[in-house]
Every structure is written in structure tokens, then in C-alpha cells.
């Protein structure tokens, strides 16, 4: 098979300090290419990186000049881990084993439930992985699906363009953080003091990133530490409540005809299983920075693995020692506060007061995590001119941070946070991001498919097992399906109707593509016009692509 990225007729170019040269016709091009990278470059690249010209083409920017800009490649392995593990790590281990629990009604449906959604987790890591060290550059998904749809030109770039940037809202975790901190002073709180507090800490958050990014990721590894100590804290608990050694009657009855109980319902398995994957999200959150990780490929392969394998882990043993101290009702009736309720049951009133400052701090370095990462994805929307006014949200002015982006991120998750009703704003949320999400998913394991049909023979320094790929497209399939099947009495988790969620999901994908078709094909007929992509560099170095109106004929 020729290579995705290829020219028809013979030719030199000089490109990112290489001579390029295609000869042949199309069934026999030979690519030689003349390396003219420093020793510098090389040494951030690794010497294990595939040629960009094996890559598949993405976008109108080539590499070279799609990593221009910004703060250089200064992520290095802990960095990376932290990046992971700190995504992960956020506000779902402490509050939603109680809606799950809820949801599939025993002990045991929600231990499997969350031992399927670690297994789902690594099958998408993997596909990932493949993914990212054949392409390694910014932007996960975004670059993914630009290399298997290539046609019609951007529409699959645009689509994903409305989810990430409508729907890649932090407002969540600021909710949780804002609960744990009223919880942690033992006060209450009105609805639109908690909103206020929430608007304070993603605004904040953002500010740092921009002004003083080195400083945030610091700051972000430090809390990504904290988060796994207190995992590990309440772990070790657990396994001292079931050896007997606290106060706890019996805490071994939980555990006894565990799945008395279960629900039969497919859609409260579902978004049971929504909530479990929405947890373990973030294992993919160091493919929308690589433009930033030294030695791109060889840092991914173990910083992936090893994320999700801590976080697993804890996981699996957190919810253990839930159940240890609380009663399955206990559980499912604790709400967002499911970790402050295990503290009260071991230590008391301080006990609880104490974690909830802990996991406040966790949510709050969990929505740094998605910040850092989601801005990043915004300026690579925009260099590739898919955003309007494109040079403004590509900029990395002043501070070599992604500051427009940053401010892109803010935009949505100022509104969801006023506009939401409080009382549901966390289920409905977790319900909303997750639906499109599988959709995008899925789209991106079929292109997996499809590049290793039309290129075999492409450099992969990792390879995903092709079962494993199916099973993570079957649980895609079955995440788009089943919420759609009418819950016990007709009423989900919300107030809203239990299909809102994935019809606004829904919603949001199809005004993608209607915006894809007004952009690229009604407004070009009316206006007479052709879009011609120009690439364009910044006063900071970033390369943007232009979309110049240019009249027919």
C-alpha cells in the first residue's frame, strides 16, 4: 500500500529543514528524505520517532509547523503521568459510586460495573495509543478523525469542533468543588452563593494558566500527588474496617448476597455505566498536549498505561472500602458527598470535615487538569482555521499560553454553571458530556479500522489488538443505544426528561454539520466565492490557517 501522505508527481520542497523528493508513478513512490534536525530537536523528539512523512496527512498545517509555538515541548514522563492521573482523579470516585449504586441497585452490579468500565477504559487507551504514537501531535480526537475522514474536507473536524468546545465545559467539577468546601466549613449555603464560588474557581483557574502557566502545571502535579495519598488514605481505611480494626458492626455485610437487588433496567445500567466511564475519562488527556511532551511516543507508551493502572486500581479498592463502612441504602442515598459519609462512619464529624477539604482540593486540581488540556485542543481547533476569527484563539499572546483558548473553555462553563438548575446540575451534566462523547468515540475506533485497512504497512510503534478495538466499539455502540430505553416509571436521574440529555447531545453534533454545510457550501454559492487555506504565522510562531474568500472567476 503507497503511504497516506503522498505526491503524484516528482518534486522537491524544502519543509521543516528536510529535502523531500517523491519519484514514480503512483504505485511506486520511494520517499527520501535528507534529516537536517538539530541535535536538539532530536534529543525532545526521541530517536524512536516515526518520520513525519509516514504520518497520515492531517490538516492543511504539516508537521514541523503545527508544533510551532507555544512553550516548546517541556512535559516531560512525571508531567505526563500527572496529566493522566490528575484528569482522572477529579470529583467521580467521591460522588458517583452513590448515583450507581442507585442505579443498579447492589453492591455487586456496581462492582462489576466499574471493573467493566476499567476494562472498556484500557481498550480505548490502547486504540489511543496506536493513535497517538503514529501521529504524534495536539489534539487527540481532533487529529484522529481529521486523518481517517479526510472527505468532505474539515466536516468531521468541524462536528467535533461543536463538541469539544460546547460540551468540554469544567462546570461539574467546579460543583462538586463548591458542595465539598460548604461541606468542609459546615455551612450552608444559597444556590446562587454556591454558583458565584463556582464561577470564582474556573475564572481563576483559567487566569492561572494564562499568566502564569509553569506555575499551574506545578501546581497541578502537586495536587495530582495529594489526590493519590488520599485515595491511598482511604484504601488502607477500608482494608482496616474489614480486618476489624474500627468501630464498624459487621463490615463485612455489604459484601453478603451482594447482588440482592439488582435492576433489570437497561437504562439505569447504562447511564450507570455512563457515570463509571465518565469517571475513568481523562486517560486519553495526554494526547491533546504531545506537542508539549518530550519524546513523544516513547513518554505516551508508559505514561498511559500507567495512569489509568494507579487510578484503576484505587478505584476498584475505593469503592471496597465505601461499602466496608456504609450500608448499600447508605450509599445510594449519600448523593455528591458519598466520600465525606465513609469519613463520618469511621472518624466522626472531624473525619468528614477533613476529606471534604481534601476532595475539594482534588476537584479543584481536577478542573486545572481538564483546563490545561481542553485549551490546548481549542488553539489546534483554531490553527487549523475551523473556529471563526482563528488567529485570536490560535494565539499564545503574552505569556506562551494558550490564553484565547483558555478563555474559550471559560465561555461555556460560565453559562452551565448559571444557567443549570443547581439541584441537578451534576447527573444531568455528567449525562450530557458523556453521550456525544461516545458518539465521537466511536467514529474514532471505526477510523482506527480504516487507517489499518488503507495503510497496514504504516509505522506504528504501537499496536492495538484488533479484538480489543471491537470490544471498545461494542461498548460504544451499546453507550449510544441504550439511553434511549425508557427507565423504570419513566423518570432518570434528574428532574429533566431522561432522554433530554442525549437528544441535546445529539443536537449538538447535528448544528455542527449544518454549520459545516452554511460555511463550506451554501455561503460560498451565494457569495460566489472559494474558501482557499492560507497559512499565516504569528508574532509568537504559531501557524494558523486562513480560509481566504476569493471570487470565481
Wanted: with cysteine; glycine share 10%; hydrophobic share 45%.
Amino acid at each position: 500500500m503507497s503511504p497516506l501522505w503522498r505526491r503524484d508527481r516528482q518534486q522537491n520542497v524544502q519543509e521543516n529543514g528536510a529535502t523531500v523528493t517523491t519519484i514514480g508513478t503512483k504505485d511506486e513512490k520511494q520517499f527520501h528524505v535528507q534529516q537536517q534536525r538539530s541535535t536538539s530537536e532530536n534529543s525532545e523528539l526521541g530517536s524512536n520517532e516515526p518520520d513525519y512523512l509516514q504520518q497520515p496527512k492531517v490538516g492543511e498545517l504539516p508537521p514541523g509547523e503545527a508544533e510551532a509555538g507555544g512553550m516548546g515541548r517541556h512535559l516531560g514522563l512525571f508531567s505526563t503521568t500527572f496529566l493522566i492521573i490528575g484528569r482522572i482523579i477529579g470529583t467521580g470516585i467521591f460522588s458517583t459510586p452513590s448515583s450507581i449504586t442507585k442505579g443498579v441497585g447492589s453492591v455487586g452490579a456496581a462492582m462489576m460495573l466499574w471493573l467493566l468500565g476499567l476494562g472498556i477504559a484500557f481498550a480505548g487507551l490502547f486504540i489511543w495509543l496506536e493513535l497517538g504514537c503514529m501521529i504524534p501531535r495536539s489534539g487527540g480526537e481532533k487529529v484522529y478523525l481529521e486523518a481517517a475522514y479526510r472527505r468532505p474536507k474539515l466536516f468531521a473536524t468541524t462536528v467535533f469542533a461543536f463538541q469539544i468546545v460546547l460540551l468540554g465545559f469544567t462546570a461539574s467539577g467546579c460543583v462538586v468543588a463548591v458542595e465539598y468546601i460548604y461541606k468542609a466549613a459546615d455551612k450552608l449555603a444559597s444556590e446562587w452563593e454556591k454558583r458565584g464560588v463556582a464561577i470564582l474557581i474556573i475564572t481563576f483557574i483559567c487566569s492561572l494558566h494564562a499568566f502564569i502557566p509553569n506555575f499551574g502545571l506545578r501546581f497541578m502535579n502537586a495536587i495530582g500527588i495529594i489526590k493519590v495519598l488520599v485515595l491511598l488514605f482511604i484504601v488502607i481505611t477500608g482494608f482496616v474496617v474489614l480486618a476489624g480494626g474500627s468501630h464498624i458492626p459487621n463490615p463485612r455485610a455489604s459484601f453478603q448476597n451482594s447482588f440482592a437487588g439488582t435492576s433489570s433496567s437497561g437504562y439505569q445500567w447504562s447511564n450507570s455505566l455512563f457515570k463509571v466511564l465518565n469517571s475513568f475519562a481523562g486517560y486519553t488527556n495526554a494526547a491533546y498536549v504531545l506537542n508539549e511532551v518530550r519524546n513523544p511516543v516513547r513518554t505516551l507508551k508508559i505514561a498511559g498505561p500507567l495512569g489509568l493502572g494507579i487510578c484503576g486500581t484505587f478505584y476498584v479498592l475505593a469503592n471496597v472500602a465505601y461499602f466496608s463502612a456504609a450500608t448499600p441504602s447508605e450509599v445510594a442515598k449519600s448523593g455528591t458527598t458519598v466520600a465525606a459519609l465513609f469519613m463520618d462512619k469511621v472518624f466522626g464529624h472531624q473525619g468528614q470535615q477533613a476529606i471534604s477539604v481534601l476532595i475539594a482540593l482534588s476537584a479543584f486540581g481536577n478542573v486545572m487538569t481538564v483546563t490545561f488540556a481542553q485549551a490546548r485542543v481549542n488553539q489546534e481547533l483554531a490553527k487549523e482555521g475551523v473556529l471563526p476569527w482563528p488567529k485570536f484563539w490560535a494565539s499564545n499572546w503574552p505569556f506562551g499560553s494558550p490564553s484565547a483558548g483558555l478563555f474559550l473553555h471559560w465561555i461555556p462553563s460560565f453559562i452551565v454553571i448559571v444557567a443549570i438548575p443547581f439541584g441537578d446540575a451534576y447527573n444531568f451534566i455528567l449525562d450530557l458530556e458523556g453521550y456525544p462523547g461516545s458518539v465521537i468515540n466511536f467514529f474514532v475506533v471505526v477510523g482506527f479500522f480504516w487507517l489499518r485497512y488503507k495503510d497496514p504497512e504504516s509505522l506504528r510503534p504501537f499496536r492495538c489488538w484488533w479484538p480489543v478495538a471491537a470490544f471498545y466499539m461494542a461498548a460504544q455502540i451499546f453507550q449510544m443505544v441504550a439511553p434511549f430505553l425508557r427507565p423504570p416509571g419513566g423518570k432518570g436521574d434528574t428532574s429533566l426528561p431522561y432522554w433530554l440529555s442525549s437528544v441535546v447531545g445529539i443536537a449538538v453534533l447535528v448544528t455542527g454539520a449544518v454549520w459545516w454545510v452554511t460555511w463550506r457550501k451554501i455561503l460560498p454559492a451565494v457569495g460566489g466565492y472559494e474558501l482557499v487555506p492560507e497559512r499565516e504565522r504569528l508574532d509568537d510562531g504559531t501557524s494558523v490557517v486562513v480560509y481566504k474568500k476569493v471570487k470565481r472567476g
